[in-house]
Every structure is written in structure tokens, then in C-alpha cells.
């Protein structure tokens, strides 16, 4: 049941941030320039984004896709970390990237495990 739950929420939550980083969405384009990414690098993470939304949800029927877009997820999540960090980002947002990490990785153990 955790599973589900993880998996729904947090494909919704990925499809709709990288939904907006591939629509160019005003304030995603502003995340983007004060990271410094271009605009290139920011569609591709938003894809990636997206696609890892919707590896989770196809992995509640196949746990193998479940399982590898979790860490893929989980990857980009530690890259999003690392960005905050080095731009100095408000911690509060460094900690809500850090809260959406554990829940990826939790996923994926629970893929696991499964």
C-alpha cells in the first residue's frame, strides 16, 4: 500500500515539475536562470523528469521499470540538491529536495523488497 501511495505521489509531483521545466513555464524559467542551466539542459532534466513519473507508475505492474526509474529519479534528485547547494539556495528548499530524495529512495527499496 506505501508503495502505491509513494509511487502516485510522487509520479504526479514529477510529472508536473518536469511538465513545467518542458513547457518553459515563467517561474520554472526563472529556477533555471538563477542555476545557471540552459535551456537545453533544463528541457532534457524536465523530460527525464517526466519520464521517471511515469516509470514509477508503470512500476507498480512491472516492478523491474518501478525500480529504475526510482534511481533514476533519485540521481537527478541528488544533482537538484547539489544545484541548491551551490547556488546557495534557501534551505528550506535544499531540505524539501532532500524530503523528496528519502521518499525516492524509499520507493525504491520498497521496489525491492516487493
Known sequence: MIL???SLVLGA???VTG???VAGLPQ???ARDQFGMTPQAWRT???LEAAGAIGL???LKVGLIGLLAAIGLAL???GATATRVKVRDQAWLIG???VVLVLVGITAALQIAR
Open 45 to 47: 532534466i524536465g523530460l
Open 13 to 15: 509531483l514529477f510529472l
Open 19 to 21: 511538465g513545467g521545466k
Open 4 to 6: 502505491v501511495v509513494l
Open 57 to 59: 507508475l508503470l512500476g
Open 28 to 30: 520554472s524559467l526563472r
Open 96 to 98: 524539501l529536495d532532500v
Open 76 to 78: 537527478l534528485m541528488l
